[in-house]
C-alpha cells in the first residue's frame, strides 16, 4: 500500500467522480485538515489506516455478513451494500477462528434458553 496524505483541495479533485466521498470529504473534513488515501494498484480509497503493510499478508479470509445501509443513516438517502469481513495471515489461523466461532454459537444462551423453555414471549403481552 502507498500511504497519501491529501489537502481537502486535492481529495476534492481525485475522488470528483464519487459523490459519497465527496460528501465526505466536503462535510466531515474541516478546512486546513490533511485527507489520507491509500494506493493499492489502481485502486484508491479513502482511509485512515494502516491495516496492513500489503495484500500479500492476507491469505485467508471470509466474509462475515453483510447489510443493507443508507448512506449516512438517512432513509431518504441512497442504500448501499456493507459488507463486513476478517482476514488472517494463514490458513490455520481462519480455521480457529471459524471453530471459535461455531463455539460460540453453539453456546448461545439465547438459543440454549429458548430450547430448554426457560424463557417465552407471550402473543398477549406487550
Same mark, same amino acid.
Given at each position: 500500500?502507498?500511504?497519501?496524505?491529501?489537502? +481537502?483541495?486535492?481529495?476534492?479533485?481525485?475522488?470528483?467522480?464519487? +459523490?459519497?466521498?465527496?460528501?465526505?470529504?466536503?462535510? +466531515?473534513?474541516?478546512?486546513? &485538515?490533511v485527507i489520507?488515501? !491509500?494506493?493499492?494498484?489502481?485502486?484508491?480509497?479513502?482511509?485512515?489506516?494502516? *491495516?496492513?503493510?500489503?495484500?500479500?499478508? =492476507?491469505k485467508a @479470509?471470509?466474509? =462475515?455478513?453483510?447489510?443493507?445501509? !443508507?448512506?449516512?443513516?438517512?432513509?431518504?438517502?441512497?442504500?448501499?451494500?456493507? =459488507? !463486513?469481513?476478517?482476514?488472517?495471515? &494463514?490458513?490455520?489461523?481462519?480455521?480457529?477462528? /471459524?471453530?471459535?466461532?461455531?463455539?460460540?454459537?453453539?453456546?448461545? *444462551?439465547? +438459543?440454549?434458553?429458548?430450547? /430448554?423453555?426457560?424463557? @417465552?414471549? &407471550?402473543?398477549?403481552?406487550p
Amino acid at each position: 500500500f502507498e500511504r497519501l496524505e491529501l489537502t +481537502k483541495e486535492e481529495a476534492v479533485k481525485l475522488f470528483a467522480y464519487n +459523490k459519497f466521498k465527496l460528501e465526505i470529504i466536503t462535510t +466531515k473534513v474541516p478546512d486546513g &485538515d490533511v485527507i489520507t488515501a !491509500y494506493r493499492c494498484g489502481d485502486l484508491i480509497e479513502l482511509c485512515r489506516g494502516p *491495516h496492513i503493510p500489503h495484500t500479500g499478508c =492476507v491469505k485467508a @479470509f471470509e466474509i =462475515v455478513k453483510h447489510s443493507n445501509v !443508507y448512506w449516512m443513516g438517512n432513509e431518504d438517502n441512497a442504500s448501499l451494500q456493507r =459488507v !463486513y469481513g476478517i482476514a488472517f495471515p &494463514d490458513k490455520t489461523l481462519l480455521k480457529a477462528w /471459524q471453530e471459535e466461532q461455531a463455539e460460540v454459537e453453539r453456546r448461545d *444462551h439465547r +438459543k440454549i434458553g429458548k430450547k /430448554q423453555e426457560l424463557f @417465552f414471549m &407471550d402473543p398477549l403481552s406487550p
